[in-house]
């Protein structure tokens, strides 16, 4: 096992609103974490503008994020939250992951090949360095957990490939500098500077879908507003929603395997899983043989009775902007003091003058 400290890191683009997904698949698991881990827990503007350079209000949208993980629950206090541009760190050490990360990882990423679309030529080269600066933002605070959503595991994957060449390519350099510790990569124990992260990748909801279209990902891009519950959305929108989101006209079944071939029954499962803590055998047992005209309703009511204190004080802190920035500023300065040692280490490690 690697002689790391346990450290959690996560990270939410302040792109568009919050939705579900978002909510269950991250922000709440960020939540639980904070009883057992230090955390540090990032607005990524910095990866905003990969894909879309000028935004309408970005300080606006990275304050929304903040009240949500404080809404959520998070102490920012006992962890640290901040916004990612604070931390020159992320972006120096990003550059130096772009030097040992290799085109071809790049190309391959799933996500880059979605958002870039036909016209790869024409996307921004942040956007395919993007998986560079998110291992950036893992590593420069030798973060041994990150727990993400099922849409983030490639990128997660290659945040792993990057630690492991950076602690071979470097090994000899990791150990003049005396900063190397004992690092399980393989079968073999070398001495390396960065961890091997662990996504953390769990329960019910890792991947929450549209509600649409079971086949699709709930997501902030989605044109259609029915698609997805917002953490802005009140308690009638969410209502309405959940009534128009697509079905089919069987019973639910008593069982999960019963759920195999009905991503739209699934998804709705699933979310009544996640919201309630308890697992989809556990709704099934309860809602097995109804229709959806009964479960609907139920899933309604749960939706409303979880989201609604967080969307509430999401909306009151959003009043106290100078609260939000003074929590930014005060996390942002805690987070530098481990980002400056870390980049002091690897610019020994690399070779600088410094
Ligand atoms: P982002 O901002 O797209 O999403 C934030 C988190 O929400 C999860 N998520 C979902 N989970 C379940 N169902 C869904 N439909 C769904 N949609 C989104 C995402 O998996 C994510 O955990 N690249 C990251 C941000 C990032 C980051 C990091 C994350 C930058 N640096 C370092 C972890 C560590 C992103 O774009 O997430």
């Excluded at 206090?77 to 290799?102: D, P, T, Y």
Aim: glycine share 8%; proline share 5%; charged share 25%.
């Amino acid at each position: 096992m690697s002689a790391f400290a346990p450290r959690v890191f996560s990270g939410v683009q302040p792109t568009g609103n919050l939705h579900l997904g978002n909510y269950l698949g991250a922000i709440r698991k960020f939540v639980a974490l904070q009883e057992s881990q230090d955390c540090i827990y990032c607005v990524v503007d910095l990866h905003a503008i990969t894909a879309q350079l000028v935004h309408e209000d970005l300080k606006s949208q990275i304050r929304s994020i903040t009240a949500a993980f404080l809404a959520a629950g998070i102490d920012p206090k006992r962890h640290i939250v901040f916004n990612q541009s604070r931390v020159s760190g992320h972006a120096e050490l990003a550059w130096i992951f772009n030097c040992v990360a290799r085109i071809g990882w790049m190309n391959r990423m799933t996500q880059f090949k979605e958002k870039a679309g036909k016209d790869r030529e024409n996307a921004s080269l942040g956007l395919l360095a993007y998986p560079s600066l998110m291992a950036a933002d893992i590593l420069l605070y030798r973060a041994t957990h990150v727990p993400v959503g099922d849409d983030q595991k490639q990128h997660l994957e290659l945040t792993r490939d990057i630690a492991i060449k950076f602690n071979n390519d470097f090994s000899e350099r990791i150990a003049a500098a005396g900063v190397g510790t004992p690092v399980q990569m393989g079968e073999e124990t070398v001495n390396g500077y960065f961890p091997i992260t662990e996504p953390l990748i769990e329960g019910p909801a890792t991947r929450v879908m549209s509600l649409k279209d079971g086949a699709k990902k709930m997501s902030k891009s989605d044109p259609s507003d029915l698609s997805r519950i917002n953490l802005t959305d009140d308690a009638d929108q969410i209502a309405r929603k959940i009534k128009k989101a697509k079905t089919d006209p069987d019973a639910l079944p008593s069982e999960p395997a019963g759920l195999a071939g009905r991503a739209e029954a699934d998804n709705l499962v699933g979310i009544f899983a996640a919201l309630s803590e308890r697992s989809k055998a556990d709704v099934l047992s309860e809602f097995g043989g109804r229709n959806f005209s009964e479960f609907k309703p139920a899933l309604a009511e749960l939706a409303v009775t979880s989201l609604g204190p967080v969307t509430g004080e999401m909306r009151r802190l959003l009043a106290e902007p100078a609260h939000i920035d003074a929590v930014l500023k005060d996390g942002g300065d805690r987070a530098n003091e481990i980002a400056e040692q870390t980049m002091r280490d690897v610019k020994e490690i690399v070779g600088f003058l410094q």
